[in-house]
């Protein structure tokens, strides 16, 4: 005969009652989205990945990656033939060598890169200015670290940097501050002159540059990226983030990189090793090997360019007013001439009514503030882009 069982054993078992780190964080306008578009059978233009395949070459290198016996850890920072490809191409690039062993980190992706940086410098009781809108990570980075957001909007519309602004965000508190160029969500992409502004701003003080530049191949119309490596003083206070997701059409494999100078880069890591130590064995050796061919990422915008012109034309046919796109594979639009709908309000009805997803550039501000403006992905196939264009027309 069994034993009765204990009161303990016999009490409802209850879970733990939490105090969230992030009570303000719930699902993402992005999965929102998404799940409306799979509902409706809508193209889906929201979720900024494209829908079409990565060079073979590519697969081919990791594939022999994997039959070299390249499949254990490799080193914490980063495979050592990956490391050396990327310092190359950033001093081809931008005029700065960065050295691999010291000063290179290879990372899960360019937002494994951020969160990382952002707990490595920032501590409780720090500020962090932030540029709104923004990617939506930072916010939620800079919270688990402890330390209070700055908001700094861009200038409505343009989504220029005001450095008047930023200048008077700052105070003795302030730690850090993050930039992206090429924006998310906007698609601006920032001057030389705006950058310099930044420089002699920073410069008198202490505060670190988190700079990420995950769109750093997508710039157009004749323009070129203006990274934070190529200035000496900001390039000595930076983390430069890049992501060869974006590059290589491969957001998937998550992996990316954080170039920083060896004081950064020596709290970077310490922090790296312990949330997720390193990355996939094979995939590094094969970025490493494709990279040896610069002209994937040469040619990268000239290849989105096509596309964004494509969308572009296609848009002008509708009531949109569309705003520049000067870099990303975003494109941005006033809705004032098409809807009285909030920008959320009209993503969902376009979504339901016309069979197109987009997102709200009011999802990227932490108060949500609306300028009736929405955002288009084309980094699509161009028959993706066609029915979307197609259904978009009708308005």
């Known amino acids: 005969m069994n034993a009765p069982l204990s009161a303990l054993e016999s009490a409802t078992p209850r879970t733990p009652a939490l105090q969230s780190k992030l009570p303000r964080v719930g699902t993402t306008i992005f999965s929102v989205m998404s799940a409306l578009a799979v509902q409706h059978d809508a193209v889906n233009l929201g979720q900024g990945f494209p829908d079409f395949s990565c060079d073979p070459k590519l697969v081919d290198a990791v594939a022999e990656a994997m039959r070299a016996g390249h499949?254990?850890?490799?080193?914490?920072?980063?495979?050592?033939?990956?490391?050396?490809?990327?310092?190359?191409?950033?001093?081809?690039?931008?005029?700065?060598?960065?050295?691999?062993?010291?000063?290179?980190t290879v990372t899960a992706g360019a937002t494994q890169g951020i969160l990382t940086a952002v707990l490595a410098v920032v501590r409780e009781g720090d500020e962090v200015i932030v540029l709104e809108p923004c990617y939506d990570s930072y916010v939620p980075n800079i919270e688990l670290a402890g330390a209070t957001v700055v908001g700094v909007p861009l200038t409505p519309h343009t989504f220029r940097p005001d450095m008047a602004r930023i200048a008077a965000a700052i105070t003795p508190r302030t730690r850090a501050i993050v930039v992206n160029t090429p924006h998310n969500p906007s698609g601006t992409v920032w001057t030389a002159e705006e950058w310099r502004q930044l420089d002699e701003l920073l410069a008198p003080t202490d505060i670190v540059l988190i700079s990420d530049e995950v769109y750093e191949h997508m710039v157009y119309d004749g323009q070129h990226h203006q990274s934070a490596a190529s200035l000496p003083r900001l390039a000595a206070r930076a983390f430069i983030v890049s992501s060869f997701g974006k590059t290589y059409h491969v957001t998937g494999w998550k992996v990316g990189f954080v170039a920083a100078p060896p004081a950064l880069t020596a709290e970077f890591r310490k922090v790296h090793q312990f949330n997720v130590f390193t990355v996939n064995t094979p995939m590094q050796h094969g970025l490493a090997r494709y990279m040896a061919d610069p002209a994937p990422y040469l040619e990268l915008s000239a290849f989105y360019q096509r596309k964004r012109d494509l969308f572009r034309a296609g848009l002008a046919g509708t009531r949109f007013k569309l705003l520049p796109c000067e870099g990303t594979y975003f494109q941005s639009v006033d809705i004032s001439a098409v809807s009285d709908l909030d920008e959320s309000e009209f993503c969902q009805w376009l979504t339901v009514e016309l069979g197109v997803a987009a997102i709200p550039t009011s999802a990227f501000y932490r108060d949500g503030f609306d300028q009736r403006v929405v955002r288009f992905c084309f980094a699509k196939q161009d028959q993706t882009l066609q029915t979307a264009l197609e259904r978009l027309q009708r308005l």
């Open 71 to 104: 499949n254990q850890y490799p080193p914490m920072p980063g495979a050592a033939p990956l490391r050396q490809a990327i310092s190359d191409k950033i001093e081809a690039l931008y005029g700065r060598r960065y050295d691999a062993a010291t000063d290179i």
